[in-house]
């Protein structure tokens, strides 16, 4: 499944935004979803954010109308637009492709199931500082 590269966290005070970057290499896998999630110290990973092949997104309640996945096709980039930053948004963010068995299933059928994505990257850190 190639190898997925996270960037663009970093440190920013509440109100502030950030751009992730999730760039995808040595790999045809194109699964029909792809996704973001986070993990904050002490907590369960979630997802925060998914992108179906045909454009629908999907977004964790707590960051609905904050945040914005989008990609590049021609690049082979995933993004995530993160805006008005909360400090509860203090997280290692990771993007994840699904594994192989699930590439053709549309993110609703497996967002909410960790184990249908990976492998993991080593995750970008966001901190937000109130």
């Known amino acids: 499944q190639g190898k997925l590269v996270e960037s663009g966290g970093g440190s920013v005070q509440a109100g502030g935004s950030l751009r992730l970057s999730c760039v995808a290499s040595g790999t045809t896998y194109h699964p029909l979803c792809m996704g973001w999630f986070r993990q904050s110290p002490g907590k369960e990973r979630e997802g925060v954010a998914f992108l179906d092949d045909g454009g629908l997104t999907h977004y964790a309640d707590s960051v609905q109308g904050r945040f914005t996945i989008s990609k590049d096709t021609a690049k082979n980039i995933l993004y995530l637009e993160m805006n008005d930053l909360k400090p509860e948004d203090t997280a290692v963010y990771y993007c994840?492709?699904?594994?192989?068995?699930?590439?053709?299933?549309?993110?609703?059928?497996?967002?909410?199931?960790?184990?249908?994505?990976?492998?993991w990257g080593q995750g970008t850190q966001v901190t937000v500082s109130s």
């Open positions: 994840a492709a699904p594994v192989y068995e699930a590439g053709l299933q549309p993110c609703a059928a497996i967002k909410s199931n960790l184990r249908r994505f990976g492998p």
